[in-house]
């Protein structure tokens, strides 16, 4: 995979309470991540990026709410996000990712 996409697939962490909460219970690490981005991309950008062991991912496609701008209706823009999970004894510092 070109190193270039690679940067560009995963765009940032995605810490909410929901997020955290998966993390600690089943080893997950959520991503906010391109809208084109695959699967198997994804599992080789996070191997490479982070050097840890990816077991599984799953993708969420979310939906953009419906908000009014000033009296005029409109809508925030539609955007993925990747379940990671990772192998027993590996381990993803985001602190340092942002």
């Known amino acids: 995979m070109n190193e270039k996409r690679l ?8 810490t909410t309470e929901k997020s955290v909460r998966v993390g600690e219970r ?8 391109a809208r084109d981005a695959t699967k198997t991309e994804l599992t080789e950008a996070v191997q490479k990026l982070f ?3 990816v077991v599984s991912v ?10 009014n701008f000033r009296q005029r ?3 925030r823009s539609d955007w993925k996000k990747a379940y990671c999970r990772l192998a027993e004894g590996h381990d993803i510092n985001l602190a340092n990712f942002q």
């Open 7 to 14: 940067y560009s697939l995963i765009l940032g962490s995605h």
């Open 26 to 33: 089943h080893r997950q690490i959520v991503f906010r991540v």
């Open 51 to 53: 050097s840890v062991k």
């Open 58 to 67: 799953r993708i969420v496609n979310v939906k953009g709410k419906s908000r």
């Open 73 to 75: 209706p409109g809508e």
